[in-house]
């Protein structure tokens, strides 16, 4: 069974920086574009940024410059690193494939939208 697992959250001083990684488990054939999301609490679940197949980014605004997201084919996992965090980036950060091509008994199948469990940063203010 395909899952996207993430890691790398934690607690950092502003300023300080991160790195989160997210690794899709199962007999992996193919990943389409990979992101992060984040969702504070009260707020909905936001883009922070994608990464497609061919290696290219997007960024939602608030973390340009700070934010480096980037994927090892070979090993199924695509990074965010995180660099002068803010009080305002503490949230979940959830990983998320569009679309994940895998082999189950010499079979293909195809997932769409799928999520890992989220990772917490937390910066305080």
């Known amino acids: 069974q395909v899952q996207l697992v993430e890691s790398g959250g934690g607690l950092v001083q502003t300023g300080g920086s991160l790195r989160l990684s997210c690794v899709a488990s199962g007999t992996i054939v193919s990943i389409n574009t990979m992101g992060w999301y984040r969702q504070a609490p009260g707020k909905q679940r936001e883009v922070v940024a994608t990464?497609?197949?061919?290696?290219?980014?997007d960024y939602a605004d608030s973390v340009k410059g700070r934010f480096t997201i980037s994927r090892d084919n070979a090993k199924n996992t695509v990074y965010l690193q995180m660099n002068n965090l803010k009080p305002e980036d503490t949230a979940v950060y959830y990983c998320n494939a569009d679309q994940i091509y895998y082999s189950q008994s010499g079979i293909s199948h195809g997932l769409w939208g799928i999520w890992g469990r989220g990772t917490q940063v937390t910066v305080p203010s």
């Open positions: 990464i497609t197949s061919g290696a290219n980014t």
